[in-house]
Nanobody, 116 residues
Framework: QVQLVESGGGLVQPGGSLRLSCAAS????????MSWYRQAPGKQRELVAA???????NYADSVKGRFTIFRDLYNNTMYLQMNSLKLEDTAVYYC??????????WGQGTQVTVSS
């Protein structure tokens, strides 16, 4: 059974930075995609950034140039470095692991609040 545990959320002022972490444990396929999603109150969950084990990355337009996703494949850990945070980045951020074959896992989420 795969488990994903996020950490690093919190309260930050506009223009500040945070780094989120997602640690994956269990039996994990060597080829997969890990992603960060977020869900703001009253809105649908949206993709923020994704990175495959091959190194391909994808970012939402709203975070390009501000957020960076990176992975430590050896330790099955994923990070999201968030810089120049804006009020509209406030959301619960979720870690996702997609191994294909309907094997898809979610973390419990971590709250990020951007407020002055």
């Amino acid at each position: 059974q795969v488990q994903l545990v996020e950490s690093g959320g919190g309260l930050v002022q506009p223009g500040g930075s945070l780094r989120l972490s997602c640690a994956a444990s269990g039996t994990i396929f060597s080829i997969n995609t890990m992603s960060w999603y977020r869900q703001a109150p009253g809105k649908q969950r949206e993709l923020v950034a994704a990175k495959t084990t091959a190194g391909n990355t994808n970012y939402a337009d709203s975070v390009k140039g501000r957020f960076t996703i990176f992975r430590d494949l050896y330790n099955n850990t994923m990070y999201l470095q968030m810089n120049s945070l804006k009020l509209e980045d406030t959301a619960v951020y979720y870690c996702n692991l997609d191994e294909g074959w309907d094997l898809n896992y979610w973390g419990q989420g971590t709250q990020v609040t951007v407020s002055s």
